[in-house]
């Protein structure tokens, strides 16, 4: 099994740049969820979808943020425009759903934003 | 300017001794705990859980406790070895209505003295 992968591993991009993150959920989890991480806030849930639909995006900061996920194998995280404090750690975590709650992550983006 | 960030507990331990992590948690009406591991520049790996109907759960070399009339929960490495270094976090779950989210405690630093 591959794990939850995301993609880029790190980016760095210019202030008002449109960033978009990836996410592939692990084969067969129903939920897939969009966190950051920052030194200030730690650990933040933005969005949760369940079978692709979003179901709580409470978390996400304001309308600069976008999440899509158009099939269960692909999911997008969406800065536009891009700004100096969007610099976090993004990951994607995937759970199977039903009885199981356990949340499995990627390795996260480092995103930099100068 | 200077960041402020969020302040980790640190705790330091010499090789072979036993760990004990402590998280303190809100909601009563949690009713599933995770413990997570993260090391430098990955991801949270998960470590052990439990459900609010235990007390008391057993991995390899940990054990995760669960008081709910206090509402805390540990986590306990048995001989712990430089390769357990990371910042560990305790996550809960509301039970029904509460949706899939997990909340994140802020995290304690563990460091393996040789």
């Known amino acids: 099994d591959a794990g939850v992968i995301q993609s880029p591993r790190h980016e760095v991009t210019e202030m008002g740049q449109e960033v978009t993150l990836r996410c592939k959920p692990i084969?067969?989890?129903?939920?897939l969820f969009w966190y950051r991480q920052t030194m200030m806030r730690g650990l933040e849930l933005l969005i949760y979808?369940?079978?692709?639909?979003?179901?709580?995006d409470s978390g996400m900061p304001e309308d600069r943020f976008s999440a899509k996920m158009p099939n269960a194998s692909f999911s997008t995280l969406k800065i536009q425009p891009s700004e100096p404090r969007d610099s976090a750690v993004y990951f994607c975590?995937?759970?199977?759903?039903?009885?199981?709650?356990?949340?499995?992550f990627g390795p996260g983006t480092r995103l930099t934003v100068l | 300017g200077e960041s402020v960030g969020l302040h980790l507990p640190t705790l330091s331990v010499q090789e072979g001794d036993n760990s004990i992590i402590n998280c303190a948690y809100s909601?009563?009406?949690?009713?599933?705990f995770i413990w997570y591991k993260q090391e430098s520049g990955k991801g949270p790996q998960f470590i052990i859980d439990?459900?609010?109907?235990?007390d008391k759960r057993q991995g390899q070399r940990v054990t995760v406790l669960l008081n709910k009339t206090v509402k805390h929960l540990s986590l306990q490495i048995a001989a712990t070895q430089p390769g357990d270094s990371a910042v560990y976090f305790c996550?809960?779950?509301?039970?029904?209505?509460?949706?899939?989210?997990?909340?994140f405690g802020t995290g304690t630093q563990l460091k393996v003295e040789l």
């Open positions: 975590a995937s759970t199977e759903g039903g009885n199981t709650d356990t949340q499995y």
């Open positions: 996550a809960e779950k509301e039970g029904a209505g509460g949706g899939n989210k997990l909340t």
């Open positions: 439990i459900r609010s109907n235990m």
């Open positions: 979808f369940n079978n692709n639909v979003p179901i709580d």
């Open positions: 084969s067969g989890h129903d939920y």
């Open positions: 909601n009563s009406a949690s009713d599933y």
